[in-house]
Nanobody, 112 residues
Framework: QVQPVESGGGLVQPGGSARLSCVVS????????MAWYRQAPGKKRELVAG???????SYRDSVKGRFTISRDNATNTMYLQMNNLKAEDTAIYYC??????WGQGTQVTVSS
């Protein structure tokens, strides 16, 4: 059974960095489109970044130039490197295998 598990969240100061990881159990990870979503309190879940099996990436405008999505097919792991974090990046971040396989989420709080 395919199941993503996120890690790497926590409390980060504005302007700081954090790296999220998503390890996917099961087979065929290299064939999956993968994505990171986030949900802030009182807001809808939104797509942050996506990466296809060949490594092509896409980002929402508000994180372009600050966040980098990547994957390591040898270890069934997807990453989200987040730099120059802002208070508005505070949210629970979810790993997604489209359309409807989700991890449990990891909290990222950006605050001084």
């Amino acid at each position: 059974q395919v199941q993503p598990v996120e890690s790497g969240g926590g409390l980060v100061q504005p302007g700081g960095s954090a790296r999220l990881s998503c390890v996917v159990s099961g087979r065929y990870f290299s064939l999956f489109m993968m994505a990171w979503y986030r949900q802030a309190p009182g807001k809808k879940r939104e797509l942050v970044a996506g990466i296809n099996p060949s490594g092509s990436t896409s980002y929402r405008d508000s994180v372009k130039g600050r966040f980098t999505i990547s994957r390591d097919n040898a270890t069934n792991t997807m990453y989200l490197q987040m730099n120059n974090l802002k208070a508005e990046d505070t949210a629970i971040y979810y790993c997604n295998i489209p359309p409807d396989i989700w991890g449990q989420g990891t909290q990222v709080t950006v605050s001084s």
